[in-house]
C-alpha cells in the first residue's frame, strides 16, 4: 500500500518550492497572530536547515511518509515542536497546488529562454547562408527557390509563438491556491493576499493574484494541461525541424553538414554519419504528446473536489518538461555545429522548373489571366519535357507558338539571382525582405524581447 500511493521518490523534485510555500504560510500565519514571533522563527530556521540538507544530498526521503510535503513537515516537526503548527489552515489539497505552480513558472521562464536561444542559432545560421538559394518544396516536390535564411526563420516564427503560447499560460500558472485548505478554504483569518503577494503571484501593478473557489483551486489542472500542450507544440515544432536535418544531411539533399560530435556511426558500417540527435528529437516529440493526452485522460472523469488521481500528474508533467528542454538544448547545439553547403543548395536550386510559376507572373505582367498564363506554362512544362530539355532551354519561337505575349526577356527570367530580387512582398524569400527579417529578428532577439512577454516582468 505504501509503496503504490507514495510520490516522493518523483515528487521530492518539489522540495524547493514545498519550503518556500512553508516559509511564507509561516510568516503568514503570524502576522495574523496564529504563531508567535519566536515560533515563526524556529519554523524558518529549521525548514532552511532541511532545505541546507536537501541541496547538500543529505536528506533521507521517506516513502513511508508519502510525499515531499509530509517528509519535509514531518523533519521539520522532529527539529523543532513549532513545526506541529506549521500545517495550520493548510491542506496537502492547496500546498501541492502551490508547489505545482511554483515549479511551472520557473520552467515556464526557463523554457522560454532556451527557446530564445535555438531561435538565435536560426538567425545565426540564417545570418550565414543569407545568399544561399535553395528550393521550397510542398509535398516534398520542388515547388519555388527559397533561400535557407528564409526556410530556417520560418521555425524562428514557429518557436516565437511557442514563447508566446507559454506567456498565456504563465498568466493562468501564476495564480495564489494557497488559503482554499483541502476544499473549502478555513475558519482561520488566513491573509491570502499576503502570501500571494511574498510569493509573487502578482499582476504587473504588484497586486495579488489569488484563485477565487476553493473546489477549483484544489481539484483542477488546467494549468498543467495547458503547459504541456504548449510544450507539446515547442516538441512537435522541433520534430518538423529535426525531420528536415535529417533529409538535409543526407547523400540525397546534402544541403547541410552536422558536426562529428552531433553524429554517431554504425557499429557496422564504417562510413555512417547518422544524425541521431535529430531522430531522437523527432522521436521524443511522441512521449510529449503522449504526456498531455494522459494529463487530459487523468482529468476527464475526477468528481469534485480533490482526488488522489491528481498525483498522477508529476510523472507527467516533469517528463514533459525535461524532455523539451533536452530536445530544445540539444538542436540548439546541433545547428550552432551545422554547415551549410551552399554548391548543393545552389545546384538544387538551379533548377529552371522553379521559375515555372515566374514564367506564368510574366504573362500576368502583360496582361494575360492568370489561369491562361497557367495553361500555356503548363503546355510549355510538357514540351521541355517531351524533348528532354530543361525548361529555360526552349527557344523564344516555342514559347510564342504557344502565347504570342511571350517576348524576347521572358527568358531572361531564369536568371536565380533576379529571381530572388522579384519577390519583395513582406514574408517573401526575397533577398532584400529576406535581410530585413533577419535585422528584426537580430533585433529582436538583442532586445531579449519576446512578442508574448512571457514571465520576465511579473516577478
Ligand atoms: N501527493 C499528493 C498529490 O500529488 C499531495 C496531495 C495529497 N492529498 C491527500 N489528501 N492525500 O496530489
Not at 521559375?355 to 500576368?364: F, I, Q
Request: aromatic share 6%; net charge positive.
Amino acid at each position: 500500500m505504501a509503496a503504490f500511493t507514495q510520490s516522493v521518490t518523483f515528487d521530492w523534485r518539489l522540495w524547493k518550492q514545498d519550503i518556500l510555500g512553508s516559509m511564507v504560510h509561516a510568516t503568514m500565519l503570524r502576522r495574523v497572530g496564529l504563531l508567535t514571533a519566536a515560533e515563526q522563527r524556529d519554523i524558518v530556521a529549521g525548514l532552511e536547515a532541511i532545505a541546507g540538507d536537501i541541496a547538500a544530498g543529505r536528506f533521507v526521503w521517506q516513502p513511508e511518509l508519502e510525499d515531499v510535503h509530509m517528509n519535509i513537515e514531518a523533519e521539520l516537526t522532529r527539529r523543532v515542536p513549532a513545526g506541529a503548527k506549521l500545517h495550520t489552515g493548510r491542506s496537502r489539497n492547496d500546498q501541492v497546488a502551490v508547489d505545482l505552480r511554483l515549479w511551472l513558472r520557473d520552467e515556464l521562464m526557463n523554457l522560454s529562454e532556451e527557446l530564445r536561444g535555438l531561435q538565435e542559432a536560426l538567425v545565426t545560421l540564417g545570418e550565414r547562408s543569407a545568399a544561399v538559394p535553395m528550393p521550397g518544396y510542398t509535398h516534398l516536390q520542388r515547388a519555388q527557390p527559397v533561400s535557407f535564411a528564409h526556410y530556417v526563420l520560418a521555425y524562428a516564427e514557429m518557436f516565437e509563438r511557442d514563447r508566446e503560447r507559454l506567456g498565456h499560460a504563465f498568466e493562468r500558472v501564476n495564480v495564489c491556491p494557497l488559503g482554499s485548505g483541502a476544499l473549502a478554504g478555513s475558519t482561520l483569518p488566513l491573509d491570502r493576499e499576503l502570501v500571494a503577494r511574498l510569493l509573487g503571484f502578482v499582476d504587473a501593478r504588484g497586486r495579488a493574484r489569488l484563485t477565487q473557489n476553493s473546489m477549483d483551486a484544489v481539484s483542477d489542472r488546467d494549468f498543467v494541461v495547458e503547459f504541456n500542450a504548449a510544450a507539446a507544440l515547442v516538441a512537435v515544432h522541433l520534430s518538423r525541424l529535426a525531420e528536415d536535418v535529417v533529409l538535409w544531411a543526407s547523400t540525397e539533399f546534402g544541403f547541410i553538414r552536422l558536426a562529428d560530435a552531433f553524429t554517431t556511426g554504425s557499429s557496422l558500417m564504417p562510413q555512417k554519419r547518422n544524425p541521431d540527435v535529430a531522430e531522437l528529437v523527432r522521436g521524443k516529440s511522441g512521449r510529449v504528446i503522449g504526456n498531455l493526452m494522459a494529463l487530459l485522460t487523468l482529468l476527464k472523469g475526477l468528481p469534485m473536489s480533490y482526488n488522489r488521481d491528481l498525483q498522477e500528474d508529476k510523472e507527467r508533467v516533469f517528463d514533459t518538461a525535461d524532455t523539451v528542454r533536452a530536445c530544445v538544448r540539444m538542436t540548439t547545439g546541433l545547428l550552432a555545429n551545422t554547415t551549410v553547403q551552399a554548391a548543393a543548395c545552389r545546384a538544387a536550386a538551379a533548377d529552371p522548373a522553379l521559375l515555372a510559376t515566374d514564367l506564368a507572373e510574366y504573362l500576368v505582367r502583360k496582361g494575360v489571366a492568370f489561369r491562361s498564363a497557367h495553361h500555356a506554362v503548363g503546355l510549355l512544362v510538357a514540351e521541355a519535357e517531351k524533348t528532354g530539355r530543361a525548361l529555360n532551354q526552349l527557344k523564344l519561337e516555342e514559347l510564342q507558338a504557344i502565347h504570342c505575349a511571350f517576348a524576347p526577356d521572358a527568358l531572361q527570367l531564369f536568371d536565380l539571382e533576379q529571381a530572388m530580387e522579384r519577390r519583395q512582398t513582406i514574408g517573401a524569400p526575397g533577398r532584400k525582405e529576406v535581410q530585413r527579417q533577419l535585422r528584426r529578428w537580430r533585433g529582436r532577439l538583442a532586445a531579449g524581447k519576446p512578442a508574448g512577454k512571457p514571465a520576465g516582468r511579473r516577478r
